[in-house]
């Protein structure tokens, strides 16, 4: 059997029944209850069913609103990570302790303040952008590995899998 769900094609085969002899009187020999037909009766299936697929296509425009949403959420993640390690770096005074280090390797004389480069509005601010341009190329980037693998499966037949049910 054939099929095509979505932008996924496929085939699976039901599972065969197995028959068991049937005794005298139209029974099974080893069950007492008469079966769904004369002279053949169900045995139960030994196991889990298994479907054979093969995923030959993947719809690239379904990929590409995945990857926005996962890239925005990876975004998000990385500018609150960047204001909470800012924040825990703040605290504990790394700050000023890079400060007083400047300060006593170079001298007094001179206005190098290090929190003019790693003050909090530049660092967010860099962090946005830095997650701008990861949505922009983890969604181009799975978009066009998606085309590529559609080219590659029309050459060798995509990958193959085996389903069960548990």
């Given amino acids: ?15 065969v029944e197995e028959t068991v002899p049937v005794g005298a009187g139209g029974r099974p020999e080893d069950d007492t209850a008469p079966g769904p037909a004369p002279g053949v009766a169900p045995r139960p299936s030994a196991g889990p ?10 719809d690239p425009w379904s990929v590409m609103k995945l990857a926005f949403l996962l890239s925005v959420a990876i975004a998000i993640m990385t500018v609150v990570a960047t204001v909470v390690f800012w924040s825990v770096i703040d605290s504990l005074g790394v700050f000023d302790n890079v400060q007083t280090f400047v300060t006593d ?3 007094e004389e001179t206005n190098f303040n290090v929190m003019q480069y790693v003050e909090f ?6 962090a946005t952008l830095v997650a ?14 998606t085309f590529l693998y559609n080219i590659t499966a029309a050459l060798v037949g995509g990958v193959h899998m085996t389903l069960t049910d548990d």
């Fill in 49 to 58: 069913r298994r479907v054979r697929l093969a995923i030959s296509r993947i």
């Fill in 121 to 126: 509005e530049r660092v967010v601010s860099l």
């Fill in 1 to 15: 059997m054939h099929y095509t769900a979505g932008a996924v094609r496929g085939s699976a085969s039901a599972p």
């Fill in 132 to 145: 701008i341009c990861n949505v922009v190329l983890l969604t181009a980037l799975a978009t066009i590995m």
């Fill in 105 to 107: 390797a170079i001298g």
